[in-house]
């Protein structure tokens, strides 16, 4: 498996150009020049972008200049800071991890996947062929039954921009939310220059423990990063839909460690591997719910997973989202917690 240099340890700037109201004043307002030096600071070497299509283009699939702009403005953040960047595809029309945007019918739709692959068009015209910038082609596919449809279209979407692009970078997720278990199925590698990317938030119920967002979730509770799995795996049943857990097969009595997490990413490192390709974890963090020192305690392991496989990461998010590691409730942990990131 090869590593992803000038990607190692990276933050994800959610909130700013995504899952937000697309006001000029938050483009302008969320994230700002300064927060990138605090990025570096911490010892990052890249930000992850997720951007909105509504950024960038309007209801007509018309661009929008004016947002093309502001993640022009970014890429120069990055460029002072000495910072690479990711531009990540976090809606597109017809698309979204999340059912409350009620974008629907892409994997059904012909006109939505060209209206997809035109947008990257777009992009790559701009913002391709330049050292530092690498491009993530949508977030968290969601259901396994679109495995196929999502291999040819990412297939075809990477041909096109390979012909503006022909070098820069594309990370390729799987589905049930770019889990570690499906980047076995993703398609192989189009040339060189492709990363398989998935998202780690496991134990669910640990970092996402309360969340609102969860229809089962009671969001009153809450649990240590030392509970035994036994315990996990009960509040996952109730409080998760379907089977979330992941813990049933380990001893009742085992708790969380840098093993869990080794196997965890057993699979994607063997399939990373086999087809000689870097293996990066867009997306991993503990919701503000959990205790700043239960989160640090889960950040040093899930860390050491990563250094002894060489995967690259960036954290979600730098501020607010539910797992804010810029805001106050982190103070107290914070010096120590970004020696784990």
Not at 30 to 42: G, L, P, Y
Not at 253 to 281: I, K, M, Q
Request: net charge negative; charged share 30%; proline share 4%.
């Amino acid at each position: 498996m090869r590593i992803w240099q000038g990607y190692k340890k990276g933050i994800d700037l959610g909130g700013w150009f995504s899952q937000c109201d697309h006001t000029e004043e938050r483009y302008l307002g969320f994230i700002r020049c300064e927060d990138f030096a605090v990025i570096k600071s911490w010892g990052a070497d890249h930000v992850r972008v997720p951007v909105d299509y509504e950024l960038l283009e309007d209801a007509d699939a018309s661009p929008i200049e004016s947002g093309y702009a502001h993640l022009e403005r970014a890429a120069g953040y990055c460029r002072e800071n000495g910072l690479n960047m990711i531009i990540d595809l976090h809606k597109t029309a017809g698309f979204s991890f999340d059912p409350d945007e009620r974008e629907a019918g892409f994997f059904e739709n012909p006109s939505y996947q060209e209206r997809f692959m035109r947008l990257w068009e777009n992009i790559a015209r701009r913002f391709g062929n330049r050292e530092g910038i690498a491009f993530e082609l949508l977030n968290e596919v969601t259901e396994r039954e679109y495995c196929d449809t999502w291999n040819r279209i990412s297939h075809e979407c990477i041909k096109r921009i390979r012909a503006i692009a022909p070098a820069t970078p594309i990370l390729v997720g799987g589905y049930w939310h770019n889990s570690a278990a499906a980047v076995k199925d993703i398609a192989a590698p189009y040339d060189e220059n492709i990363v398989f990317n998935f998202h780690c938030y496991e134990p669910l119920v640990f970092t996402h423990q309360g969340a609102p967002w969860i229809k089962e979730m009671d969001t009153c509770f809450r649990v240590s990063s030392d509970a035994p799995f036994g315990m996990l795996d009960d509040a996952s049943k109730r409080l998760l839909p379907g089977d979330c857990s992941g813990l049933a097969d380990y001893p009742a009595d085992t708790r969380l460690s840098p093993a869990y997490f080794e196997e965890f990413f057993r699979e994607a490192v063997g399939a990373a591997e086999r087809h000689n390709v870097p293996l990066y974890c867009g997306e991993y963090g503990v919701i503000d719910r959990a205790t700043p020192e239960d989160a640090l305690v889960w950040f040093r392991m899930i860390n050491a997973a990563f250094e002894k496989h060489g995967i690259g990461r960036a954290a979600w998010s730098y501020r607010e989202m539910d797992f804010g590691l810029s805001d106050a409730r982190m103070d107290g942990v914070r010096d120590e917690l970004i020696k784990y990131l």
